[in-house]
């Protein structure tokens, strides 16, 4: 036993446990037999690593469902936003046994998507599970980057990171012009974790018809209409869109003043 379990320290408060000598088990003797159980440092280090790992921007790393703020002012935007509190909180205490695995956000820019997407994603990797945050235009800058032969080993790993991770957020998804390159991408990826049940976390600005956004039309003459914003089918691709609905929880979020503005101040 003994080989591969010294070679990580196992600290609690960035002092070696006393109980396991920071080995991460903790040795017994019983009527001549000898056992191992894991010692409890050794989850807390793992959940450690895990949120270390995660890649949370520093702005949302202590985002939860207990400290989104909901506007007191406005008893019609309280109520709405209290709705869609309570589906991410079922959504994060339903996972992974519920049908669809993903969750998306969808809305204007400042109504705290992102707040509520890592929320979840913190509750889960409390929970054990492992998840990676990327800001969707970052991502895409990433992989782009990797195939140039003198990009660094992140870079040339980031798309099959984006693929494998357990839990995928990606934030502002959409937020990227359109080209072959860049819908070919996103569909991959959206694709591959859709087909082997990879959960993925989203949140977009772009409006969405099916999902209840107002995509506002004009005329253009001679009978013709055209969509006066640009839809998220029409930034990331049909096939991409399609598969996000079909993997993900989709939620609309309610009409409200800037979270950005309602927040207090860190």
């Known amino acids: 036993m003994g080989a591969g379990l010294a070679t990580i320290t196992f600290r609690m408060n960035d002092q070696i446990c006393r109980k396991c000598g920071g080995t991460g088990w903790i040795v017994t003797e019983q009527d001549g037999l000898t ?7 050794a989850a807390a280090e793992r959940m450690r690593t895990i949120e270390a790992n995660a890649g949370i921007p520093p702005l949302y790393k202590n985002a939860s469902l207990d400290n989104f703020v909901l506007p007191q002012d406005n008893p019609m935007a309280h109520r709405a936003l209290a709705g869609t509190l309570l589906t991410v909180r079922s959504y994060a205490r339903e996972f992974p046994n519920t049908e669809k695995p993903g969750l998306l956000l969808i809305g204007e820019p400042g109504t705290g998507k992102t707040h509520l997407a890592v929320a979840a994603l913190n509750i889960l990797i409390s929970r054990g599970f492992e998840g990676l945050f990327f800001d969707y235009q970052n991502l895409l800058e990433r992989i782009r980057a990797g195939y140039d032969a003198a990009s660094g080993q992140s870079d040339r790993e980031a798309y ?17 012009r359109v080209t072959d390159w860049v ?35 004009r005329g253009a003459g001679a009978g013709m209409k055209v969509y006066a914003r640009v839809t998220l089918a029409e930034r990331i691709g049909i096939r991409a869109r399609s598969r996000l609905f079909e993997m993900c929880r989709v939620i609309r979020m309610p009409q409200v003043e800037d979270y950005r503005l309602r927040r207090p101040q860190r």
């Not at 056992?35 to 440092?41: Q, Y």
């Not at 099959?160 to 990227?176: K, N, P, V, Y």
């Not at 974790?193 to 209840?212: F, H, S, V, W, Y």
Request: proline share 5%; glycine share 4%; with cysteine.
């Open 160 to 176: 099959r990171t984006a693929l494998d991770a357990e839990i995928l957020l990606l934030d502002d998804l959409g937020a990227h």
């Open 183 to 217: 819908e070919d991408t996103v569909t991959s990826i959206v694709t591959y974790r859709c087909n082997n049940r990879k959960p993925l976390i989203a949140t977009t600005n772009l409006p969405d018809p099916d999902a209840g956004s107002t995509v506002v039309e």
């Open 35 to 41: 056992a191992a159980e894991r010692c409890d440092c």
